[in-house]
């Protein structure tokens, strides 16, 4: 499995855990005998996305919710709520994949997903958290 369809596969585990509010390492196993789900089970790759958003949920909704402005952020869509966790989380926890590459790819992967335009919404909230992250690496270098 390509690290896109892991991210893809992440994005269906994570969409499905956000409506039904079930533990996902549970359902896993059911999802992906349904085939009205159309989920594949995870790779150790998507594995790992999906267990590093549950467990740092809290921080990378936060993380997000602080660069959206005037936006409230219960109204971000489902699908993009999640695509933007899966990129927050590989740019603040995971540290593996570029952060271009990391955006690149949550981009195109909203323009698969999510709605017209939330491509760009997704871009304009990852640069922000790509920046962040940026500056406090600079803070943390400097030793201030």
């Known amino acids: 499995m390509t690290r896109r369809a892991s991210r893809e596969t992440a994005l ?19 999802w992906t005998d ?19 958003v549950l467990d740092c949920r809290d921080a990378l909704d936060q993380a997000i919710a602080g660069c959206v402005l005037d936006w409230d952020f219960s109204r971000i869509s489902v699908v993009d709520r999640n ?16 952060f271009a590459v990391v955006i690149n790819e949550a981009v ?23 920046a962040k992250t940026k500056a406090a690496e600079v803070v943390n270098d400097a030793g201030i």
Not at 12 to 30: C, F, H, M, N, T
Not at 109 to 128: H, M, P, T, W
Request: aromatic share 12%; proline share 5%; no cysteine.
């Open 12 to 30: 269906k585990v994570l969409y499905a855990w956000d409506l039904s509010g079930l533990d996902p390492l549970e359902r896993i196993p059911y």
């Open 83 to 98: 695509i933007l966790r899966i990129a927050a989380y590989e740019i603040l926890f995971l540290r593996e994949t570029p």
């Open 108 to 130: 195109e992967i909203a323009k698969i997903y999510g709605a017209e335009d939330s491509f760009r919404f997704v871009n304009g909230i990852l640069d922000q958290i790509k």
């Open 34 to 52: 349904e085939k009205e789900f159309n989920i594949s089970k995870p790779d150790d790759f998507g594995d790992k996305i999906v267990r590093g």
